[in-house]
């Protein structure tokens, strides 16, 4: 079975600044990789979808980069706002179609 | 597309209580899928269908679980009896084959 695991559980940094969050996974087999951020009560709203084949996806002030051959990815997220603030969670999905979770990463960027 | 929906968004029900959740996914997507939420367990699968058929349910905690697909466009996920320790926030997602994943808002369930 899959096993996701995101360091640190907890982040806090002041606003502006650069950061990068991490993802390691188990079984390198995987199909694609997608990072979520989650808001205190909400549900999960999808970010990037990093397909195997790939080794990054941008989007805006978002990276996400991949590398299958060591287990792991990270997303990079650059000119940090109060607005990122939220649990960020990366996910890897399986040949079979299914979708393992990491615990997730509590950002907080403070003003 | 309104995204996937959820219904309802919260649920307070009493212990024994036979409970039902609903989820509409976004049109067009072939798998959907039902995750449980909880503090001590984090994100958890529970059972996802392909083109309305159930592929894999190892995630359902107990036959007091089950979960129906009758179209493409709903899916509702039933616990009989319901128990306190089922309280939790359950998800819906769909998603096209090897494209991203959306998630509904979720239900947040308490059993007392």
């Known amino acids: 079975k899959q096993e996701v695991t995101q360091i640190p559980a907890a982040l806090s940094v002041p606003e502006g600044e650069n950061l990068v969050l991490n993802c390691s996974f188990t079984?390198?087999?995987?199909?694609?990789l997608q990072w979520f951020r989650q808001d205190p009560g909400k549900g999960l709203t999808s970010l990037l979808l990093i397909q195997s084949s790939q080794r990054e996806q941008t989007s805006g002030r978002l990276n996400a980069s991949l590398d299958k051959s060591s287990g792991r990815s990270t997303l990079y997220i650059a000119a940090s706002q109060p607005g990122d603030s939220a649990t960020y969670l990366c996910a890897s999905w399986t040949g079979a179609n299914n979708l393992f979770f990491g615990t997730g990463t509590r950002l907080t960027v403070i003003p | 597309d309104a995204g996937v929906i959820q219904s309802p968004r919260h649920e307070v029900t009493e212990m024994g209580q036979e409970v039902t959740l609903r989820c509409k996914p976004i049109s067009g997507h072939n798998s959907l899928f039902w995750y449980r939420q909880t503090m001590m367990r984090g994100l958890e699968l529970l059972i996802y269908f392909n083109n309305n058929v159930p592929i894999d349910d190892s995630g359902m905690p107990e036959d007091r679980f089950s979960a129906k697909m009758p179209n493409a466009s709903f899916s509702t996920l039933k616990i009989q009896p319901s128990e306190p320790r089922d309280s939790a926030v359950y998800f819906c997602?769909?998603?096209?084959?090897?494209?991203?994943?959306?998630f509904g808002q979720g239900t947040r369930l308490t059993v007392v």
């Open positions: 997602a769909s998603r096209l084959t090897g494209a991203l994943a959306f």
């Open positions: 079984d390198s087999a995987i199909y694609n």
